[in-house]
C-alpha cells in the first residue's frame, strides 16, 4: 500500500521556489512527484512537506500527486465546472480543473494499491478579488471537500488548507476568504489550517520565495502529522 498525498490549487501550490537555490537537494529519498503542470526551474511546498513528513512517519515511500494552476480561483476547480460560473471570477477559458486533477490521480494509480492520506490545498488569492467568490468561498470549498472525498471512496480523507495572505489593493475581499477557510476548517470533520504568516515572499508580496515554500511544506507537514495521529 503506497501512502499517497494530493495537492492541488493555485500559483502557490505550483510554486515561485528556485531550485537551484537548493543545491541539488530536493526531494527526499522515497518521495515521488508525479506533477501534472510543472513550472521550469520551481518548486511549490512538495519538497518541505516530503522531507518533513517523511522525518515524522516512518514510511518507505510517499506518492505526491500534483495539480495546480496559477491564477485559477474556486469556481475553476468546482466538479460540476461550467464556463458560466467560472467567468464570475474570470476562469471561463481555465477549464474543469477539478475533473482533470482526477483523471491524473486516475492515471498514476492504475494498478496500484495506495492509501490517500490527505489532499493539501493551497489556494483562494484569485476568490478573494472578487465579490461573490469570495462571498460563496466557504459553500464553494465544502462542497469541494466532500466531492473529492466521495469521488475517492476516502470518507475521512484529511484536508489541510492553507491560509492565503496576498499583499496589495487588488485582494479586496482577503478577509471574507480567509474567514471561510477558518470557518470550513472548524466546522468539516477532519478538515485543519495551516497559518501563513511570516512566510518569506518574492518581491511581488504575493508568491512564496524558496524559503517561504520550504516553510510552508513544513507546516503542512506538521499540521498533517498531528491530526492524523488524532484520528488514529
Not at 166 to 173: E, K, S, V
Not at 211 to 217: F, N, R, T, V
Request: charged share 25%.
Amino acid at each position: 500500500m503506497k501512502p499517497l498525498v494530493i495537492l492541488a490549487g493555485q500559483s502557490n501550490m505550483v510554486g515561485h521556489g528556485q531550485l537551484s537555490e537548493l543545491g541539488g537537494r530536493d526531494l527526499p529519498e522515497g518521495a515521488r512527484l508525479f506533477d501534472l503542470n510543472p513550472r521550469d526551474g520551481c518548486f511549490g511546498p512538495e519538497i518541505g512537506f516530503a522531507r518533513r513528513l517523511l522525518e515524522l512517519m516512518p514510511l518507505d515511500e510517499l506518492w505526491l500527486v500534483k495539480y495546480a494552476v496559477g491564477g485559477s480561483s474556486l469556481l475553476a476547480w468546482e466538479a460540476d465546472w461550467s464556463a458560466e460560473r467560472a467567468a464570475i471570477a474570470g476562469d471561463a477559458d481555465k477549464g474543469p480543473l477539478y475533473e482533470r486533477l482526477l483523471r491524473h490521480y486516475e492515471r498514476v494509480t492504475r494498478g496500484e494499491e495506495v492509501e490517500v492520506l490527505a489532499c493539501l490545498w493551497m489556494q483562494g488569492e484569485s476568490d478573494s478579488r472578487f465579490q461573490q467568490a469570495a462571498a460563496d468561498y466557504q459553500a464553494n470549498l465544502k462542497r469541494l471537500i466532500a466531492r473529492i472525498r466521495a469521488d475517492l471512496d476516502q470518507a475521512e480523507m484529511q484536508f489541510v488548507i492553507g491560509l492565503v495572505n496576498p499583499c496589495g489593493a487588488r485582494f479586496t475581499h482577503l478577509s471574507t476568504v480567509r474567514a471561510a477557510q477558518r470557518l470550513v476548517a472548524e466546522t468539516v470533520p477532519n478538515v485543519s489550517l495551516v497559518d501563513t504568516a511570516g512566510l518569506s515572499k518574492h518581491d511581488d508580496a504575493l508568491h512564496y520565495d524558496s524559503a517561504g515554500q520550504l516553510e510552508l511544506g513544513r507546516r503542512f507537514a506538521e499540521r498533517l502529522y498531528q491530526h492524523l495521529g488524532k484520528t488514529s
